[in-house]
């Protein structure tokens, strides 16, 4: 299937220099290529693009906590931040970074925007877990969260790791580039926002954020500020096309409209923000102002394929309209439009020449036929990443028949089970 969507039932794709060549139904001659797949009896599809994403979140999955947090207040300030974000070290962040990509890659995705959330393990932080994504050979946008939320000093180091890392790595037309990133407007203060706002335009890196995933961060803004808080980012002159908003659950009519003015793009988590009891974004309203949205899995669930099934059902029942969110637009959500909202929607996201040649083929064996007509439904309401059978990334493949060629996965998941264990290990004692 290429980015047009058009079914070709037996077919093939050349490569070159990282870069897409041709697709044709029959095996192309007469062209010079580093590399021809066959994806004969296969569904091939763009990488999945994974907008938003916590590599080091896996080491969270299964964590045994006294009790579940009431809200998400709670559960930053009772959980996440005391015993899971000031406790990461480097060791546990780069194993946590490798067992994560191989999870994406092994169901599909190829590419994604991280923000690692640990501000006492830098630093030199990024370089470890950029390290990790180049092992497992997957296409990444790192970056740190900056805040005053430990203290002042802390935040300037941490946006000082962002820029020492976009100098680094983004002039290298690499797999692996940077983005700025602050967290909330109940974490920065206006000042230190400004001064980020400042180094991302000196640097053309963006900026990735958390916008409005709680009720909590716009209670606090109406109460200090007296406005909405994309009201204060406008005012302040931080919003623009180079920001990726992540989240964005309570985010108003009124609010939707600014961020549509600015170009802002936006990265959507159905399934976490339903697991810590934030809400269910207004997704919908942000497709109908013609924002530009990407699907993400907020570093809680790895395999895209639930997020996109998430994405298609969950909308539909709040809602009560079985015509929104359909096949199509969620799929996009999941490839170009991912790839627009992390800036890489020229290199990534479809299928084509002249892009990079990050693709994924699946098992075509549905129980049911595959047709022209029903083949994105189905990958969206019953596609899974185990259908996953290989995954190609700048002209490389790192999944081959559903197994990951570029690290010992026994290996990596042995030491993530160990960094895990030494992060549970800090937790308080059930009485």
Known sequence: MDSNRRIIPRGFIAVKDSEILSIDPGEPSGLTSDLTIDASNKIALPGLVCAHNHMYGILSHGMPIQAAPSNFRSFLYDFWWPYVEDKLNKKQIETAARSACVEMAKSGTTCFADILEAPNSIPAILDAEASAVKEVGLRGILSLEASERVNRKNGEDCVKENLEFIKEWNDRNDTIRGKFCTHTLFTCSLEFLSNVRELANQYKAGIHIHLEEGAYETDFCMKK???????????????????????????????????????????????????????????????????????????????????????????????????????????????????????????????????????????????????????????????????????????????????????????????????????????????
């Open 225 to 431: 500020y007296g406005e909405l808080p994309v009201t204060v980012y406008d005012r302040i002159g931080y919003l623009g096309p180079d920001v990726l908003a992540s989240q964005c659950v309570h985010t108003s009519t009124e609010e939707i409209a600014i961020l549509q003015k600015r170009r802002v793009k936006l990265a959507h988590m159905p399934l976490s923000n339903c697991e810590v009891g934030g809400g269910i974004a207004p997704a919908q309203q942000f497709l109908d102002a013609s924002l530009t949205v990407g699907l993400g899995t907020d570093g809680y669930i790895t395999d895209m394929f639930d997020v996109m099934r998430a994405a298609f059902l969950i909308h539909k029942g709040y809602l009560q309209n079985a015509n929104v969110m359909s096949a199509k637009t969620v799929l996009e959500m999941a490839t170009i439009n991912g790839a627009r909202a992390i800036g890489l929607g020229d290199r990534v996201g479809s299928l084509e020449a002249g892009k990079k040649a990050d693709l994924v083929l699946l098992d075509a064996s549905f129980p049911t036929p595959i047709t022209s007509e029903n083949v994105i439904p189905q990958l969206v309401t019953f596609g899974r990443g185990n259908f996953v059978q290989h995954v190609f990334v700048d002209g490389k493949q790192v999944v081959k028949n559903g197994g990951i060629v570029t690290v010992d996965e026994e290996e990596v998941n042995i030491n993530c089970k160990t960094a895990a264990e030494s992060l549970w290990e800090q937790l308080p004692r059930r009485r």
